[in-house]
């Protein structure tokens, strides 16, 4: 599976922005997909998941209430609406997917079996 993000760019405080993860080569309908972001100097972090079911989503503490994660099986592609978008929400944005049907096991780098390239989402003040 080869997974392609894009949708990063520059925006101001208080915008949104939508990323997209398409994948190729295989059909991830039976995959978890994840986001998850790296600023500069800093971890790479979970920003959330969606659990192979579609119905069961699940968000970092930081994100919640402002990004929403979605799938649609039929382009197979994952997407993540942010909303309400801050200078700290800055970061280098990463999809995955993972065969995982534990659904705590999400937030987990390590659940993940394939990972995008990333893109870059900078929020300015």
């Known amino acids: 599976v080869q997974l392609q993000a894009s949708g990063g760019g520059l925006v101001q405080a208080g915008d949104s922005r939508r990323l997209s993860c398409v994948a190729s080569?295989?059909?991830?309908?039976?995959?978890?997909a994840g986001w998850f972001r790296q600023a500069p100097g800093k971890e790479r972090e979970f920003v959330g998941a969606?659990?192979?079911?579609?119905?069961?989503?699940i968000y970092a503490a930081a994100v919640k209430g402002r990004f929403t994660i979605s799938r649609d099986n039929a382009k197979n592609t994952v997407y993540l609406q942010m909303d309400s978008l801050r200078p700290e929400d800055t970061a280098v944005y990463y999809c995955?997917?993972?065969?995982?049907?534990?659904?705590?096991?999400?937030?987990?780098?390590?659940?993940?079996?394939?990972w995008g390239q990333g893109t870059l989402v900078t929020v300015s003040s």
């Open positions: 969606v659990h192979r079911n579609g119905g069961s989503t």
């Open positions: 995955a997917a993972s065969s995982t049907v534990i659904y705590s096991q999400l937030s987990i780098p390590s659940s993940y079996n394939y």
């Open positions: 080569g295989r059909s991830i309908r039976a995959h978890g």
